[in-house]
């Protein structure tokens, strides 16, 4: 039998009729939850007024848990569980998705994957980047998961869907891990943690552009199914993309995950292929590099060269943070790109002149930057310190706090005050570092310290970190995979 795909359209955001459409989903693919069963939203960053399209909207998860919880016969706990991006606490990140009344409405409980434990989980495929990977214990201990993603552009990997949803099962130390070239790999890798039961998208308004701070494109669509990678092939045609270019799809189609052609999948619903991509025709993507992006329409002059292996560019790493950064601080200050002083971001092994003005702040970002030159009649020689990745223990990936971030940023912009060059290690460095660097050398906006921002999140850092030291008395985690 083909793996199945529903396309159904939904031009609003009323709770009862997203219900209405996902029961008949969870009906015709004959969808029973059973267990402990977490549904995963995606809510990698969410405010109502500053990121009001980056998130699986509460309204859809309204929906989908009043239609989980009418074919409820086989569910022991229900809990809806995710980890936000960007060291920003998942408490926060689902109070201002406005979570919390929806979740209490339900009588289902939220499961912040950063105040929980981790658990490891082998790896088995011979092409899997490491041996084994950490996941939170919701995760671990779950029985069945519904896949809830937002249907959205992406700077790193042209696209998200079901399959790089599962990014967010991982705490910030562990998913900085492979966020790099082989991103997509990575991706690959943790469908072998869990398959879903049902993945169910919010693509009612879909998100242009970029993945933290996208446009809203109304595509009136929600897509259900059961197969990941059919699912997202189906998407990927939808936004007028072959999912063969998409990495992270065809590698989960070659290691036997589903079907990518779409003579293999069937789809139904009351939408045709046909007709749900005339809807996404104008939908923008972000196709090109940052040097595209920002050289010649910013303050902000890139010089990328290779990061390494074979690859010619790192969509998954340090020139995705920049964008995102910079398009993070444009939320706050509109006019960012042409109001911050003029900075020089240099990734890879460039090989290129830098020309900077006399007082113009160099950047050398992420592990495998390189290069020997002058700059202004000073040499300047920029070390090679990427750590090949089979050297780096997930037990020993450190948190990404974003207290201790602010303080280590801040701490290295001041030993290095009066120099014209920087070096900022990390692979990758992460979009919540290059924000920092950005505003405090660029003089823009720090999200951070916005007033409309900082007292509540502060309150949910403090009551998040609460949490994860009471954890240290609850008993070990007994799930195992
Ligand atoms: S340091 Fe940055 S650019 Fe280099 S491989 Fe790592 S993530 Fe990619």
């Given amino acids: 039998m083909k793996p199945k795909v529903i396309l159904r359209h939904c031009d609003t955001y009323d709770p009862d009729i997203i219900a209405q459409i996902i029961g008949e989903g969870m009906e015709e693919l004959g969808v029973r939850p059973r267990g402990r069963t977490m549904v995963k939203p995606n809510t990698v960053i969410a405010h109502q007024q500053f990121f009001p399209h980056a998130f699986t909207r509460s309204e859809f998860l309204d929906g989908l848990l009043a239609a989980i919880s009418s074919r409820n016969e086989d569910i022991s706990e229900l809990y809806v569980g995710e980890r936000c991006g960007i060291t920003i606490p998942t408490r926060y990140a689902f109070a201002m998705a406005k979570y919390p009344s929806v979740l209490r409405r339900h009588g289902v ?169 005339k809807r996404a025709q104008e939908m923008r993507l972000t196709l090109v590099g940052v040097e595209e992006i920002f050289n010649e329409k910013s303050n ?49 092994a460039y090989e290129g002149d830098i020309q900077p003005g006399p007082k113009e702040r160099v950047l050398f970002i992420g592990d495998c930057a390189k290069w020997d030159g002058k700059i202004n009649g000073e040499q300047i020689s920029i070390p090679f310190l990427y750590e ?60 951070y310290l916005h007033p409309k921002i900082t007292f509540a999140f502060t309150y949910y850092w403090v009551i998040s970190k609460l949490a994860q030291l009471l954890r240290r008395f609850r008993p070990q985690p007994t799930f195992s995979r």
Wanted: glycine share 8%; proline share 6%; aromatic share 8%.
């Fill in 109 to 277: 409980r939220a499961d912040y994957f950063d105040e929980g434990r981790e658990v490891r989980v082998e790896l088995k495929h011979p092409d899997a980047l490491r041996d084994f990977v950490l996941i939170p214990e919701g995760v671990d201990g779950c029985d069945f998961l519904i896949n809830a993603p937002k249907f959205k552009a992406h700077p790193w990997t042209k696209v998200t869907f079901s399959l790089k949803n599962y990014i967010g099962i991982q705490n910030d130390a562990q998913r900085m891990i492979d966020h790099d070239h082989k991103l997509h790999t990575k991706i690959a890798d943790l469908q072998e943690v869990i398959s879903p039961g049902f993945i169910a998208i919010d693509a009612i308004i879909a998100g242009e552009t970029t993945m933290l701070t996208p446009t809203p494109f109304p595509l009136n669509l929600i897509i259900m199914g059961l197969n990941p990678v059919a699912v997202d092939s189906v998407c990927t045609h939808i936004v007028g993309l072959n999912p063969k270019d998409i990495d992270h799809i065809k590698i989960t189609a070659e290691r036997g995950y589903g079907p990518i052609d779409l003579d293999e999948i069937e789809i139904t619903g009351d939408v045709t292929l046909d007709a749900a991509q």
């Fill in 300 to 348: 902000i002059t890139t010089y990328v060269g290779a990061p390494p292996d074979t690859y010619d560019y790192c969509w998954g790493g340090c020139p995705g943070s920049l964008f995102e950064a910079m398009q993070v601080i444009k939320q706050y200050q509109a006019g960012a790109y042409d109001e911050i002083k003029p900075l020089h971001m240099v990734m890879g």
């Fill in 388 to 447: 090949d990745r089979q050297l780096k223990n997930p037990y020993e990936a450190t948190s990404g706090d974003v207290v201790v971030k602010m303080l280590q940023v801040m701490g290295h912009i001041i030993r290095n005050r009066g120099k014209q060059v920087i070096r900022v290690s990390g692979c990758p460095v992460s979009v919540a570092e290059v924000v920092l660097y950005c505003s405090w050398l660029g003089k823009v906006a720090n999200p």
